[in-house]
C-alpha cells in the first residue's frame, strides 16, 4: 500500500501529468479515479493497456521508488517514453530532465531539448521554463536571448512559488542581455503565443511564430567535423550537410551554435563550414613531408552513432590498407580503421596526430555479401588530406601544417584530435 507521503506525490503527479484525451481532474467515476488509490500492479494493468496517464505515472513511480518500487531510472525512462510518445507533456518534460542528466538513459543535450520543446509548445510551464534555460545557456540550441525571454516569461505565468521565481529570474537575466528592441520582440512573442495540443501518436507540432529562431526544427542525421583554421573553418563532407535546412555544430567546450556553408565541393564529397565568432579551442594540423604511406597506423575520430553510443568523440584504430579507393581513385585511401555512421566528416590522423584524410564512407557489406557470397571486413574509406588541402587552398583557407617526425601513443592521438572534432547536425 501507498504511504501517506507517496499518495501525496501520485496525487500531485495526477493533477499534474494530464494527456492526450484524458481529464486533468479526478473524477468520481470509478474508471476515473487517481491511481494513487490503488496499488502499483493495478497502475501497471492500466498502463500495458495503452493509457499515457497510467504509464507517465507508472515512470514517476520508478523513478521516485513510490508503493514499493525500487528506483530505477531506465525503467521510469521506459514508461515515459511510451506516455510521452502520446503527447503526454508530464512524461515529455521528464525525458527531457533525463536525458540533460543522464539519468537512465545516456546523456543527449539534443534529445533533451527536443523532448522540451514538445513539452513547452503543449503549454507545459515546466518545460517552458527549462526550454528557456536551454536557450540561454546554448546547449542543444544556438544561444538566443530573445527565445530565452519568451519561454520563460511564458513558464513564469503558470508556475508558482520557487519554480516561478526561478522563471522570472531567468527571465530578468536574459533581459539584462538584450536591447530594448529584442525585449520588446520578445513580449510581442510571448503575447502571440498559443498552446498546440498534440495532435498525433508521436509529437506535437510547436506554434508558428514570425520569427525563425522559433521554427522548431528536428535533426534529420548527425556527422563529424573538424575545425582547421584558427577564422573557425570545419571541414566535413557535402553529405553530411547536403539538403539541411539548419546546420548547428557542437564545439568540444559544449556550446552549439548555427554554422552556415560556406563552400561546396560536391565531386569530392568537402563542404567548408563556419563558424560566426572564432571559437578559442585548437585547430587541426595537417601532415607535411612524406605521404602516407600503405600500412601506415591511422587514428580516426569521430561521433558515429550519435545519441546512441557515448555522447564524447569515438577513437578507432587501424592502417591504411590502399593507397586508392574504389576503382583505383587515387583521391581516397581505403583504411580498416572501423567507422558507422556519423563517422563522416572526421579527421584521419596518423601517430604523430597530424590529419591525412578525413573519413567519408564504409562499403556496404549487405550489398557485397549479395555479391560475392561474403561478407567483407573494415572495408572503410578517407579522402586523401592531399585533396582536402588543395580545397583549403582553393578557398583561401589558412591551415597549419606539420612534419610527422614524432610518434605518439593512439590514447594520445585522440585527446589532440577531440580538441578540435566537432558534432555537426543536420536539422530539417
Not at 501525496?8 to 468520481?28: D, N
Not at 567535423?225 to 573553418?233: L, N, Q, R, T
Request: hydrophobic share 40%; proline share 5%.
Amino acid at each position: 500500500m501507498c504511504t501517506t507521503r507517496n499518495l501525496f506525490l501520485i496525487l500531485m503527479l495526477v493533477a499534474a501529468v494530464g494527456a492526450h484525451g484524458e481529464s486533468l481532474s479526478p473524477s468520481s467515476k470509478q474508471e476515473d479515479m487517481p491511481y494513487a488509490e490503488k496499488t502499483w500492479v493495478q497502475v501497471q494493468a492500466k498502463a500495458d493497456s495503452g493509457s499515457a496517464k497510467a504509464q507517465a505515472i507508472l515512470g514517476w513511480m520508478y523513478f521516485a521508488g513510490i508503493d514499493g518500487l525500487p528506483e530505477d531510472a531506465a525503467k521510469a525512462a521506459e514508461w515515459f517514453q511510451k506516455a510521452a510518445a502520446q503527447g503526454n507533456t508530464f512524461a515529455q518534460n521528464m525525458l527531457g530532465r533525463m536525458y540533460y542528466r543522464g539519468e537512465g538513459v545516456s546523456k543527449n543535450i539534443a534529445k533533451a531539448v527536443d523532448w522540451y520543446q514538445k513539452a513547452a509548445a503543449q503549454g507545459d510551464a515546466n518545460a517552458q521554463s527549462n526550454l528557456g534555460a536551454m536557450y540561454y545557456n546554448g546547449q542543444g540550441v544556438p544561444q538566443d536571448y530573445v527565445m530565452a525571454h519568451l519561454w520563460s516569461n511564458l513558464a513564469s505565468v503558470g508556475l508558482s512559488g520557487e519554480d516561478r521565481e526561478r522563471a522570472v529570474r531567468n527571465r530578468d537575466l536574459a533581459a539584462s542581455k538584450m536591447s530594448p528592441s529584442q525585449v520588446a520582440e520578445a513580449q510581442r512573442l510571448a503575447r502571440e503565443w498559443q498552446p498546440k495540443p498534440s495532435t498525433t501518436t508521436d509529437s506535437s507540432s510547436p506554434p508558428s511564430l514570425s520569427r525563425e529562431p522559433q521554427t522548431m526544427r528536428s535533426i534529420e542525421s548527425t556527422g563529424t567535423g573538424f575545425i582547421v583554421s584558427k577564422a573557425g573553418h570545419v571541414l566535413t563532407n557535402h553529405h553530411v550537410v547536403d539538403g539541411c535546412k539548419e546546420i548547428r555544430a557542437q564545439i568540444p567546450a559544449g556550446k552549439v551554435a548555427v554554422i552556415p556553408v560556406v563552400a561546396r565541393d560536391p565531386t569530392n564529397d568537402l563542404a567548408l563550414l563556419k563558424f560566426p565568432s572564432s571559437p578559442t579551442v585548437s585547430t587541426a594540423i595537417f601532415r607535411d613531408g612524406q605521404i602516407v604511406r600503405q600500412g601506415d597506423s591511422v587514428v580516426a575520430v569521430g561521433f558515429p552513432l550519435h545519441g546512441v553510443l557515448a555522447s564524447g568523440a569515438n577513437l578507432t584504430t587501424g592502417t591504411v590498407s590502399a593507397l586508392a579507393g574504389l576503382g583505383d581513385d587515387t583521391r581516397f585511401l581505403q583504411i580498416s580503421a572501423p567507422v558507422q555512421p556519423g563517422n563522416s566528416g572526421g579527421p584521419l590522423l596518423d601517430l604523430s596526430g597530424n590529419v591525412v584524410g578525413m573519413v567519408v564512407s564504409k562499403l556496404n557489406a549487405i550489398k557485397m555479401a549479395n555479391a560475392t557470397g561474403d561478407i567483407p571486413q573494415n572495408v572503410n574509406f578517407a579522402i586523401n588530406a592531399t585533396v582536402a588541402r588543395g580545397f583549403l587552398d582553393a578557398k583561401g583557407v589558412k591551415y597549419e601544417t606539420a612534419s610527422s617526425n614524432k610518434k605518439l601513443e593512439a590514447v594520445d592521438v585522440g585527446e589532440l584530435a577531440k580538441k578540435f572534432t566537432v558534432v555537426v547536425e543536420c536539422w530539417k
